[in-house]
T-cell receptor
Framework: LAKTTQPISMDSYEGQEVNITCSHNNIATNDYITWYQQFPSQGPRFIIQGYKTKVTNEVASLFIPADRKSSTLSLPRVSLSDTAVYYCLVEPRGNQFYFGTGTSLTVIP | GAVVSQHPSWVICKSGTSVKIECRSLDFQATTMFWYRQFPKQSLMLMAT?????????EQGVEKDKFLINHASLTLSTLTVTSAHPEDSSFYICSAKGGFSGNQPQHFGDGTRLSIL
C-alpha cells in the first residue's frame, strides 16, 4: 500500500501562504498524487492532482520533486474558510491506497 | 461537474434494523465506487471497492455479510448495513471514479451519519 505521512496539525494566520508537505516514500511509477479537503460532517472535496513537477489551479498549487517521494500543497493567502483537514492520497491503478491521518489546518484571524 | 449524491444524509434507527445508503454519480459514469467509514476526529477507512456488475472487494476485517454492497449500474451503488447495532454507528462516505486510469480522482458524496439506538 502506498502509505503517506503528513503533519497532524498546522496553524496559520489569515492572508498567509500555507504549505503542507506529504511524504510517500514507496510511490510507484504509475501513481498519481491527489489532495483532498474535508470539512466536518462532509465528504472530502478534490483540490488538486499531479504526477511530477508543478501543477496549479484556481485554488492551490502542488509541487512534486523529481524523486516524487514527497509533495507539497500550497494554499495562497488562506482565509478562515480554509480551516479544514487536508489529505494527500497516492492513487495507483490497482485502487489500493491508504488515507493517512491528514493535516488539520486552523486559520487564525 | 463530477457530482456524487449520497442519501440519506443522516438516519437514526433501532438496533436490529437494516439500513440502506445510496450513492449516485449524477453527471458521469462511475466505473468504480468506494465505501468508507469515518469515526470522529479520525481518518477515512476504506471498507470496500466495487466495480459495476461485479462483486465488491472488501478490506480485511470488514464483514461482507454485514455490509452488503451492490453496484448494479454505472451511476448507482448501495451499501446496506444489515441488522445494525450501536457499534455500527458511524459516518459512512461513498466516492466514485470514472475511467480506469490511475489519474482519475475520486469524487465524494457528503456522507451519511448513521446512529443506532
Amino acid at each position: 500500500l502506498a502509505k503517506t505521512t503528513q503533519p497532524i496539525s498546522m496553524d496559520s494566520y489569515e492572508g498567509q501562504e500555507v504549505n503542507i508537505t506529504c511524504s510517500h516514500n514507496n510511490i510507484a511509477t504509475n501513481d498519481y498524487i491527489t489532495w483532498y479537503q474535508q470539512f466536518p460532517s462532509q465528504g472530502p472535496r478534490f483540490i488538486i492532482q499531479g504526477y511530477k513537477t508543478k501543477v496549479t489551479n484556481e485554488v492551490a498549487s502542488l509541487f512534486i520533486p523529481a524523486d516524487r517521494k514527497s509533495s507539497t500543497l500550497s494554499l495562497p493567502r488562506v482565509s478562515l474558510s480554509d480551516t479544514a483537514v487536508y489529505y494527500c492520497l497516492v492513487e495507483p491503478r490497482g485502487n489500493q491506497f491508504y488515507f493517512g491521518t491528514g493535516t488539520s489546518l486552523t486559520v487564525i484571524p | 461537474g463530477a457530482v456524487v449524491s449520497q442519501h440519506p444524509s443522516w438516519v437514526i434507527c433501532k438496533s436490529g434494523t437494516s439500513v440502506k445508503i445510496e450513492c449516485r454519480s449524477l453527471d458521469f459514469q462511475a466505473t468504480t465506487m468506494f465505501w468508507y467509514r469515518q469515526f470522529p476526529k479520525q481518518s477515512l477507512m476504506l471498507m470496500a471497492t466495487s466495480n459495476e456488475g461485479s462483486k465488491a472487494t472488501y478490506e480485511q476485517g470488514v464483514e461482507k455479510d454485514k455490509f452488503l454492497i451492490n453496484h448494479a449500474s454505472l451511476t448507482l451503488s448501495t451499501l446496506t448495513v444489515t441488522s445494525a447495532h450501536p457499534e455500527d454507528s458511524s459516518f459512512y462516505i461513498c466516492s466514485a471514479k470514472g475511467g480506469f486510469s490511475g489519474n482519475q480522482p475520486q469524487h465524494f458524496g457528503d456522507g451519511t451519519r448513521l446512529s443506532i439506538l
